[in-house]
């Protein structure tokens, strides 16, 4: 569970990037609703789900109930802050780890729903759900001109690179 924290944080702090090469990319903020088709969410939608999942995480580790946080980001500033709010929630998490719940239900639309051990919760379903909408955010930002490529997506490695 302590490398999910940190996935989802160092991930988050990959979506800040996008972001902040959003904002110098285009001249206002309209950036914030555009999608890659008519069925498909916003970018701003994106940044929230983006949130949320992690959030919920935190909310299930503390033996909270799970609730959506308003996935509708209104503008670059409320993107700045919920992003920064869940980073700082999945830092406050870490005290929670020794109590992980053992089972998580999961509900899945109105009628369906899982039960999962608590590594498949957070391997098949939050990490996969996070990094999909993630990599959204990426793909609208990249179709719409922003220059961006794969560093930009693995900005959590860049600490890491050496020259040869």
């Not at 702090?13 to 206002?28: C, P, W, Y």
Request: glycine share 4%.
């Amino acid at each position: 569970m302590k490398t999910a924290i940190t996935t989802f944080d160092t991930r988050l702090g990959t979506l800040s990037h996008l972001l902040e090469k959003a904002i110098a990319h285009f001249e206002d903020e309209a950036f914030m609703k555009l999608s890659l088709t008519e069925d498909m969410f916003a970018f701003n939608k994106q940044v929230g789900i983006c949130c949320n999942l992690p959030q919920q995480f935190c909310q299930w580790l503390a033996g909270e109930e799970v609730t959506s946080i308003d996935m509708d980001v209104a503008d670059v500033a409320a993107a700045k802050e919920l992003i920064a709010d869940t980073r700082s929630k999945l830092s406050a998490a870490k005290s929670a780890l020794a109590n992980v719940p053992e089972q998580k239900y999961l509900e899945l639309g109105p009628e369906n729903y899982a039960e999962l051990p608590a590594q498949e919760y957070v391997d098949d379903f939050l990490l996969p759900n996070f990094y999909f909408h993630l990599a959204t955010a990426y793909n609208l930002l990249r179709a719409n001109g922003v220059e961006i490529g794969k560093a930009d997506f693995l900005t959590h490695l860049m600490d890491r690179v050496k020259s040869k």
